[in-house]
């Protein structure tokens, strides 16, 4: 959970409180082997797996809210706007035109929230 707040403050508690509301454990399930089984490990460091994140959120096309919140989390990590436009620009080439499109859609969302926080 503190990474998960280290990436996104203040949506933790919001996103614990929905998963144990669901059902009971699930938050342990899901964010402990998310956050604390995978992203938390040493191999590769946070700003990168954002990166990484981003890139294969935007190419699966089915996550809309998680591409979302890994938009804010990656630029909370340190990636750049650049970078964020390379990413997507990439993922037009991989995973074609309409799958980059949605991640200028939620660069943008990103892009905006961090010029109005």
């Known amino acids: 959970m503190q990474l998960l707040e280290q990436l996104a403050p203040s949506t933790a508690d919001k996103v614990k409180t929905k998963l144990e509301n669901f059902c009971p ?62 990413i997507a620009l990439q993922v037009a080439v991989y995973a074609g035109v309409p799958a980059c499109i949605n991640a200028i859609n939620s660069a943008t969302k990103a892009f ?6």
């Open 25 to 86: 454990g699930a938050s342990e399930i899901i964010l402990g082997f998310a956050f604390t089984d995978v992203i938390a490990r040493q191999g590769i460091d946070l700003r990168t797996r954002e990166m990484l994140t981003i890139a294969m959120l935007s190419a699966m096309g089915t996550a809309p809210d998680q591409l979302d919140f890994h938009m804010r989390a990656a630029m909370s990590a340190g990636v750049t706007r650049e970078e964020i436009v390379e």
């Open 112 to 117: 905006d929230y961090f010029e109005n926080s």
